[in-house]
T-cell receptor, first 112, second 114 residues
Framework: GENVEQHPSTLSVQEGDSAVIKCTYSDSASNYFPWYKQELGKGPQLIID?????GEKKDQRIAVTLNKTAKHFSLHITETQPEDSAVYFCAAKATGFQKLVFGTGTRLLVSP | EPEVTQTPSHQVTQMGQEVILRCVPI?????FYWYRQILGQKVEFLVSFYNNEISEKSEIFDDQFSVERPDGSNFTLKIRSTKLEDSAMYFCASTSGTANTEAFFGQGTRLTVV
């Protein structure tokens, strides 16, 4: 079955810096890759997603890139702000399946 | 913005007791899910539910677990005889379809088995 690896597990940056979180997946049939932000005591919230027919997608300060050949995808956050501090999860989903397979999470801390 | 709501937010139960976790998915969504997150670990899929039946389940979802949509709005997860290792945050989610549509998650129910 699908396995998603995520790095780093923790990431500390200064406000205004960029942050990059990377994930790799194992199942070449995966074709949907969402990123979720989880704040303390809350459920995961979708921040951006990408489908396998697209290599890059951007939404204001966040962007996601996908390399299907290498089976990895990355989240890029530019001009980080303290309110970006949270745990970020990548996930993958394959055609024909309904479940999302999550990565292990990255705790991002943005210091003022 | 529409949201998935879960009750209770925290449930403490004795080992061996039955618990029911409740969820109200987004009203026009058709697919419903339960995930769990053991403290400090990744979010894991338990089960998906469509058209009043289980459409997919994981190895975690054994005979101790069951799901039900008792009426037009609620979606429940029952654990028949809780074990200590069932202690986790349980998230309900819903989607409007399966073709790579956004999954909306509830805020979770923290289950503590003592």
């Amino acid at each position: 079955g699908e396995n998603v690896e995520q790095h780093p597990s923790t990431l500390s940056v200064q406000e205004g810096d960029s942050a990059v979180i990377k994930c790799t997946y194992s199942d070449s049939a995966s074709n949907y890759f969402p990123w979720y932000k989880q704040e303390l005591g809350k459920g995961p919230q979708l921040i951006i997603d990408i489908r396998s027919n697209v290599g890059e997608k951007k939404d204001q300060r966040i962007a996601v890139t996908l390399n299907k050949t290498a089976k990895h995808f990355s989240l890029h956050i530019t001009e980080t702000q303290p309110e970006d501090s949270a745990v970020y999860f990548c996930a993958a989903k394959a055609t024909g399946f309904q479940k999302l397979v999550f990565g292990t999470g990255t705790r991002l801390l943005v210091s003022p | 913005e529409p949201e998935v709501t879960q009750t209770p937010s925290h449930q403490v139960t004795q080992m061996g007791q039955e618990v029911i976790l409740r969820c109200v998915p987004i009203s026009n969504h058709l697919y419903f899910y339960w995930y769990r997150q053991i403290l400090g670990q990744k979010v894991e899929f338990l089960v998906s539910f469509y058209n009043n039946e289980i459409s997919e389940k994981s190895e975690i979802f054994d005979d101790q677990f069951s799901v039900e949509r008792p009426d037009g709005s609620n979606f429940t997860l029952k654990i028949r005889s809780t074990k200590l290792e069932d202690s986790a945050m349980y998230f309900c989610a819903s989607t409007s379809g399966t073709a790579n549509t956004e999954a909306f998650f509830g805020q979770g129910t923290r289950l503590t088995v003592v």
